[in-house]
């Protein structure tokens, strides 16, 4: 074994995203220093993903290794999170094989989107959805996202500027689901472009509520991010789940 | 018609509490600052209860009175709402009758108490939960709520040093639910004396968890704070409902 797998829940409200940044409060250097107090020991961290600054996670996955102490698997997560704040929980730890890698060994991810399809906040979660207040008709929602499902050149739905040639993605599955005045998005794939999810999100949503747009299949083949909706806000975003 | 009457909702955990304090932030000033800005008029504003420092409401009533503008029910909660901050929300408003008053015309209020019974907290739902890692046994929990149902003296689950003086009220309900790792008390009531949800929910939670505790009863009968459990989080609480 080359360390410790560890699945983290984070809310990302207060950190400038996971990879550790030079003067900027990040999940990366937070966790870090909590296992360097806990275990008494410098260790390496490497994530499963860089998460955007405000998104949050729910089954995000990360490798210690270092010159650790022998400690249970089942001891690891209460050891490490006496000493974190309580934004940042260790859900659970997994002793890693040598050949694993929290990114290139992934197959997959999925992210969950959550909209307050209202004209009303609500105050108690706030910190993890957008408020969006014109009506999004969610079946022809889900319609749209169907267009998406599948192997495309993601082009359109990738933040300008990025340098990443290669933007070709399979995108499993993308689907909207409505339950009261909440609209929650869930998306897989095997890998995802910058903003990639959350231009997804705010172009759908916006076509959903008769908000003009180009049809999603002229989008796509524009390979054109100008054409694409606008990105929908940070905090709605949650990493939920890293497939092995 | 005297003035509005607002149901509101609001996250407590930055505030000390509904009750204007000097130098303190409180949710009434937040409030009226925030009416008084979006309607150009000074009012006063008179709450149901006051709420603890930390202690969430999700259908608080307030009453506003003063020299107020024609202005729709349906447009004041939009018009209050761009001038709060994302942890307080007006959730609907409506005429108030001349002899209205949120406190003195309640009837009775509901209370939520959410615990998470695991050895490791939830960052998403950290602030509205009391992290308890003893494992509760709910049936246990409800039968232990039944016996604080019904007209008691309920001084022995008052604050020490609180200075009312009638500690007679009447429970109409109190129970526990298990949604995994969380466990939810709902309690109603016609009145409720000072910290008395979170003393019951401390006592009760404790007892149904193994922990050593003279037997309900007995502790009502002393009319000793002393016999009672621990006063539990003010985060865990909401306010949930006001009863007309």
Do not use: E, R
């Given at each position: 074994m080359q360390g410790y797998i560890l699945k983290i829940a984070y809310k990302?409200?207060?950190?400038?995203?996971?990879q550790v940044q030079p003067e900027k409060p990040t999940v990366q250097a937070t966790l870090q220093k909590a296992i360097t107090e806990s275990l008494g020991v410098a260790v390496c961290l490497t994530g499963c993903s860089r998460t955007d600054s405000g998104v949050h996670a729910k089954g995000f996955v990360a490798l210690v290794t270092g010159e650790?102490?022998?400690?249970?698997k089942e001891s690891l997560p209460l050891a490490i999170n006496t000493k974190l704040p309580e934004d940042i929980s260790v859900l659970e730890a997994d002793y890693a094989d040598e050949?694993?890698?929290?990114r290139y060994s992934a197959k997959g991810k999925e992210y969950i989107y959550k909209i307050r399809n209202s004209r009303i906040r609500d105050p108690f979660e706030n910190d993890f959805e957008w408020t969006f207040p014109k009506h999004i008709d969610v079946e022809y929602a889900n319609e749209l996202c169907q267009e998406l499902v599948g192997r495309h050149d993601f082009k359109a739905f990738m933040a300008a500027?990025?340098?990443?040639?290669?933007t070709v993605r399979e995108i499993k599955y993308f689907n909207a689901e409505r339950n009261g005045d909440e609209v929650i998005f869930r998306v897989a794939a095997d890998g995802f472009l910058y903003n990639m999810v959350r231009i997804m999100v705010g172009t759908v949503a916006h076509a959903a509520a008769g908000d003009k747009m180009m049809p999603i299949r002229d989008i796509l083949a524009s390979l054109d991010r100008a054409n694409a909706g606008i990105t929908a806000?940070?905090?709605?975003l949650t990493l939920n789940r890293v497939f092995y």
């Open positions: 990302g409200t207060n950190y400038c995203g996971w650790l102490p022998d400690i249970s050949d694993f890698h929290p500027g990025s340098k990443i040639t290669d806000p940070a905090k709605g």
